[in-house]
């Protein structure tokens, strides 16, 4: 029994360590950049779309290419046709054929054939998958730069919104110090309750702004996650 408590608390121990001291992913503009022109679905949506519509494109092509068939045939025969006498080989065999006077016939043919004239359907097929592949190109250069403007415009608003909650948090930080010093000064006689209470709303604003200020920049990152397609915590570097 004291055995099984001791490696649960081992592993309640090594939970909590690793969720600890787990670190956030350190991103730059560039890595964002990178990650979302390689992970975001909408890229590679129109990857795909783009590769589809050049393999059409090559495979309308091909047909206006020459086409080369090749074609090998091996035969054995029970014997040669034609059984010519050591003495008359001398005379006669080179004027015969190999595949005449032996029992084994190898045959090999080449076709090469080239389309010359192509039907108006068949034009006009080919014409579209270029079409197609314009259009696929178009559309995956404007989803990249769509997607670069967009992760440019997130990094900046989390970061920005990252900047003004550490100046909140300085901001309630002084308002909490001051309402400390009111109190005791209130206490003291030193000042009125006007004073006082002045410095509690100024208090209570600070931490409202505060919880507002964090709402924002978590919607902020979440945002930027969903967009690089990640799913770990990330930390913003830059200025």
Not at 7 to 12: G, T
Not at 14 to 24: D, N, P, V, W
Not at 54 to 81: D, F, N, V
Not at 180 to 201: C, H, M, P, W
Request: overall charge positive; charged content about 20%.
């Amino acid at each position: 029994m004291k055995k099984n408590i001791n490696i649960y608390v081992l592993m309640v121990t090594l939970l909590l360590g690793t969720k600890i001291f787990a670190e956030s992913k350190k991103l730059t503009l560039d890595d964002c950049l990178n990650i979302v022109l390689s992970k975001n679905q909408q890229i590679l949506q129109a990857k795909s779309k783009l590769a589809q519509a050049s393999y059409k494109k090559h495979e309308s092509l091909s047909a206006y290419l020459p086409k080369l068939q090749g074609q090998a045939r091996y035969t054995k025969l029970s014997q040669a046709q034609f059984q010519l006498p050591p003495s008359a080989t001398a005379l006669f065999g080179s004027s015969l054929s190999p595949s005449m006077t032996s029992d084994k016939i190898y045959t090999l043919n080449f076709t090469v054939t080239q389309l010359l004239f192509a039907s108006f359907k068949m034009y006009e097929f080919s014409r579209q998958t270029w079409i197609n592949y314009e259009i696929a190109k178009q559309e995956y250069e404007k989803t990249k730069t769509d997607l670069t403007i967009k992760t440019k415009e997130s990094f900046y608003r989390t970061l920005l919104t990252k900047n003004i909650l550490d100046v909140t948090r300085e901001s309630l930080e002084i308002s909490s110090e001051s309402l400390q010093v009111s109190t005791f000064l209130y206490n003291e006689g030193r000042v009125s309750y006007f004073d006082l209470s002045n410095a509690k709303i100024t208090f209570l604003n600070a931490k409202t702004s505060l919880l507002k200020t964090e709402n924002g920049y978590k919607l902020a990152k979440e945002s930027l996650q969903n967009l690089l397609n990640i799913n770990e915590d990330i930390e913003l570097l830059g200025k």
